[in-house]
């Protein structure tokens, strides 16, 4: 019997469209490994050859174009197969180029972006602002005495000496410290400058040792993930010769927690209240308390505990417009404590004066 030639050319249109994706990866797998063993190539050529004229030997157009054919659909898998190849290296390299964000992160781009939507409506709303300090604030003399110069100069040399010989410290001894210490130091951190004078900072001081043990629950946890599939192999690398790993004594060794919240907002008088600069402003503030820290004769750690930041604000009942950015153990060194040899930078590589 002979079939006409539209006929036959429906039935190749057909044999392609049905061969769905799931088929073609079957197909391209075996001729793989059929193409690796020379021997099986012309095994397959032969059996290939025989099912064509079998299934099409009454066609005589696909008879006479079967070469054709064959080479069309051969050309179109080696396509997907790269394509299918080159598709996933690009994925892989993606995922290896863009920037990690941890939770606490992802939650802050979505809250300001409702934010933003917010202040959008309100401006269209509302023309009348009213500012988050008083309007009629009153502005006084700068109670500031001014000293000589040599003494601005043994000051400054004296204080940068003084700065030098502070150490990130990881063994803490568990002797107690009064907690006015700990209440004067915070003081000194709010004294740091912010946005609109906002003040967006929160100190979550614990001293309690089920809390702390809580705490450090949470952060191993999370730690031993970062280490073995988040920070990835420079990250631990670079880190290796500071000897550190996910076990994090210090969490209940050191007597005190100091736990830097920024906060993204705050109401007053039922009024939200938005806080400008909040990240820096923070920053500003944890540099204080570093340096009152030190100032105070005890030592400290800045930690940054990667996706613990919700688990320690559900711990903590911290409210949602806070998120966590520094967990600081305070109190005094532990005996024999040893820290690594490290060399600072010398100020002309991190400095350019233009005089």
Known sequence: MTVPCRTQNFICVLFFCFLDVENIINISQFLRNMLSKKKLVIDFYTRMMNKMYSIFGDM????????????GFLCYLSTRIFYSKYASQDKKKDIINSTYQTPDEI??????????????????????????????????????????????????????????????????????????????IIRTAGTAPSGAHTEPWTYVVVH?????????????????????????????????????????EYLTDAPYLILLFKQLFSFKNGVKRMHY???????????????????????????????????????????????????????????????????????????????
């Open 208 to 248: 309690n040792m089920e809390i702390k043990k809580q705490i450090r629950e949470i952060i191993e946890a999370e730690e031993e993930i970062n280490y073995k599939k988040r920070m990835g192999k420079q990250w631990t690398t670079d880190l290796k010769p500071l000897k550190t790993n996910w076990i994090k």
């Open 107 to 184: 939650a802050e781009i979505s809250e300001n972006n409702s934010d933003d939507t917010q202040n959008d409506e309100n401006e269209e709303c509302d023309d009348d602002y009213q500012p988050s300090l008083p309007s009629d604030l009153e502005h006084i003399p700068l109670n500031y005495d001014r000293i000589s110069i040599d003494e601005t100069i043994d000051r400054s040399n004296e204080f940068y000496n003084f700065m030098n010989l502070r150490r990130t410290v990881r063994h803490f001894s568990q002797e107690d410290v009064p907690i006015e210490v700990i209440r004067n």
């Open 60 to 71: 005589p157009f696909i008879k006479q174009y079967w070469p054709f054919i064959l080479t």
């Open 277 to 355: 600069y909040n990240e820096i402003s923070v920053c500003l503030s944890a540099g204080l308390l570093m340096t009152a820290v030190h100032y105070a004769g005890l030592v400290s750690l800045t930690s940054t505990p990667l996706n613990c930041g919700p688990a320690l604000r559900t711990l903590l009942n911290r409210p949602s417009n806070e998120k966590l950015v520094l967990l600081l153990p305070v109190g005094y060194p532990a005996e024999k404590c040893l820290v690594p040899d490290l060399q600072r930078k010398d100020l002309s590589e991190y400095t350019i004066e233009m005089l």
